[in-house]
């Protein structure tokens, strides 16, 4: 199939799929004029047709594969986190209750010494410097179980705070493998009306579908994705979970929006600039001895004339 021979591959497939009406139109080379409908008619016949071979086949079988593999792995490191996870905190809560009970016992061991020395110095000491004694001790236990609980929670949080860094990581590589390897689109959700919105990863608009799939139509702009988000019903069934959607995809769909908003502008803008160029009048050249031969005429006359003044001549 070349830009020459498209025309008769096209027009046989039609035939062949008994898409009769406008064959002539296509035969003469005026795709353009052929209505919508139709032509989404022969891009679904021709989807179809391709789906059906051995090659798509065997890419949509390996990119499957591929896709179930991935979630198998996804799957597989979620339950790997939990029960690190939950190790941790079986550990970080066996250490914390053993050092505990290892400061307890030094508290009762100083505790201890302490009385026995307050009972070595009741004898010669006033009642003010065990009341000092006292407080002295009870401040020492307040700083060693406020220090005890600090490190506790340190411990706690410092691995918590690695593997949810590490989690975060490979979670978003294996929803971007995921994504990669995806071969069927779904869509966002629904609206009340029943319409389908679909977002196309190589597309920077959010496309709606009518409920009869009729009728397409798109949001172009970050302010109509805004809108319509805000527009949405969070009572109703289809538009809460459709706003769920959107709302996850919200960073990506307006990234990609915004993306193909300032290409379609440079674009225009190249186009313009094209077209200014290609409109300026240029003016004629000045006369000069390098253009001098433009103004050449040929004052020879014809040979059969110059033959036919001979011929009389003679005569």
Known sequence: VSLVTWKEYLCDFMEMTSISSNISTVRRGHYGLVPTSLKLEILRELVDEAIATIAVKEKLDERIDQQQALAAEKREIARKSKEEQKLIMEVATEKEMNQTNAVQDGNENVNSQLVAKEGKERKNAPTS??????LHLDGNENVNSQLVAKEAKERKN???????????????????????????????????YYNRYWFFRREGRLFVESADSKEWGYYSTKEELDALIGSLNIKGIRERALKQQLDKFYNKISNAVEKRLKEVTHQLLVEEAVLRRSSRVHAHPKDSPSTSFLEYVNTWKPIQKRNRSKEDRAT
């Open 129 to 134: 410097k065990m009341g000092d004694a006292k």
């Open 158 to 192: 410092a691995p918590a705070s690695k593997m949810g860094d590490v989690k975060l990581h490979l979670g978003r590589h294996l929803e971007k493998e995921l994504l990669d390897q995806s071969v069927r689109t779904s869509p966002l959700g629904k609206d009340r």
